[in-house]
């Protein structure tokens, strides 16, 4: 298994709100089709300064609003993340709403979710054209798109 390209965000990013460094380093995946195919699931994220913090990440309203503003450039996750890591799972995560009681949860998600991979499905399918994968590869990777939120993580 090949290194991912791990995008580290920092606190100080996530604070000041500045998505350019993350940005940056994203859009260059989407510059030809050999570098999208290069890089297809060898991507991570993750953030940088918060281990003390007692909340999970995606309850944090700086990091959610973080995460809305860097989707809003950058919707091509289901794509180009690794589904071997927590970096899509934060991500999903930052999209539904935190602090719910179980019942909630149960009703709320399930829709929010769906509300989510309407945006990034096609996103994903976008750039899947644009990196000339067959109609076989693309099924295959909607299927472990797919596993990965029912399951979680695949271990290496």
């Known amino acids: ?3 991912p390209l791990c995008i580290v965000v920092s606190r100080q990013e996530v604070e000041s709100g500045d998505i350019q460094p993350s ?3 994203l859009k260059k995946l989407i510059t030809s089709p050999e570098v999208a195919r290069a890089n297809m699931e060898m991507v991570d994220i993750s953030f940088h ?3 003390k913090c007692r909340e999970e990440l995606f309850e944090l309203p700086e990091v959610r609003k973080y995460v809305h503003e860097l989707d ?3 919707p091509y996750w289901l794509f180009f993340l690794s589904k071997h890591y927590l970096g899509l799972q934060c991500l999903i995560h930052c999209f539904l709403l935190p602090h719910l009681i179980d019942e909630a949860k149960a009703e709320l998600h399930p829709k929010q979710l769906e509300s989510l991979l309407n945006r990034w499905f096609p996103a994903m399918n976008q750039v899947a ?3 000339g994968l067959s109609d076989d590869d ?3 990777l909607t299927e ?3 596993l990965y939120i029912q399951n979680g ?3 290496l």
């Open 1 to 3: 298994m090949e290194t």
């Open 23 to 25: 940005l940056s380093i």
């Open 49 to 51: 300064g918060y281990d």
């Open 72 to 74: 809003s450039q950058f």
């Open 129 to 131: 054209d644009f990196a």
């Open 138 to 140: 693309n099924r295959k």
């Open 144 to 146: 472990r798109v797919e």
């Open 153 to 155: 993580r695949t271990i």
